[in-house]
């Protein structure tokens, strides 16, 4: 079965800082990988997402994540946040069964 | 960590017949809980929010009569769709809050197949 970890649990940075965080899968196969963020008292929103092609993705909001098959990574980045962007943030994979899976998430407090 | 559970996980259904899915915060009471649906290798698109002791909202686009959702307990949500079709067939996926943590966790799905 394949499983998706994200390394971090909790991020704390203050603003202006850059941001990445970590997303490992492990199947082998091919996948599509999808980034998403849950702000406080909110549903999930999609940030961005890979089917194919340039494996550099640009999101909504200024986020843009890498896929690298080799690493079976899709990490997230952010190179200046801001206040607004405190929330959590989902990484997810699906691949044959279409069923997506999601890593356990990570929480990030942007201070002002 | 905080578990949510869905029941069944995998459900085929005649078309025409309604079909009950649960959804269950395991070790925490959800005072909200999402229901997203997810197509083939697509993104997930929200349903409804399901709201304790209240009415759901939906999103726009979904149809209340066709997809109920009830919130009866802090622990349960549940979303029955009514009179299927074959067009209904997906994953359904549902999330819960822990209001402690303020962490949000999700079901492991429901696939279902209208034939």
């Known amino acids: 079965a394949q499983s998706v970890s994200q390394h971090n649990h909790h991020v704390i940075l203050s603003e202006a800082a850059s941001l990445e965080l970590g997303c490992n899968y492990s199947?082998?196969?091919?996948?599509?990988l999808f980034w998403y963020v849950q702000y406080p008292g909110q549903h999930l929103q999609l940030l961005l997402k890979?089917?194919?092609?340039?494996?550099l993705v640009k999101g909504i909001k200024g986020f843009e994540a890498e896929f690298i098959k080799s690493k079976f990574s899709f990490n997230l980045r952010k190179p200046s946040v801001q206040w607004s962007d405190t929330a959590e943030y989902f990484c997810?994979?699906?691949?044959?069964?279409?069923?997506?899976?999601f890593g356990a998430g990570t929480t990030v407090t942007v201070r002002a | 960590g905080a578990v949510v559970s869905q029941h069944p996980s995998r459900v085929i259904c005649k078309s025409g017949t309604s079909v009950k899915i649960e959804c269950r915060s395991l070790?925490?009471?959800?005072?909200?809980m999402f229901w997203y649906r997810q197509f083939p290798k697509q993104s997930l698109m929200l349903m409804a929010t399901?709201?304790?002791?209240?009415?759901?909202?939906?999103e726009q686009g979904v149809e209340k009569d066709k997809f109920l959702i009830n919130h009866a307990s802090l622990t349960l949500s549940t979303l029955t769709v009514t009179s299927a079709h074959p067009e209904d067939s997906s994953f359904y996926i549902c999330?819960?809050?822990?209001?402690?943590?303020?962490?949000?966790?999700f079901g492991p799905g429901t696939r279902l197949t209208v034939t």
């Open positions: 999330s819960a809050r822990d209001p402690t943590s303020g962490r949000a966790f």
């Open positions: 199947y082998g196969g091919t996948v599509n």
């Open positions: 890979y089917f194919s092609g340039d494996p």
């Open positions: 997810a994979v699906n691949a044959n069964d279409y069923k997506l899976s």
């Open positions: 070790d925490f009471q959800a005072t909200t």
């Open positions: 399901s709201n304790e002791g209240s009415k759901a909202t939906y």
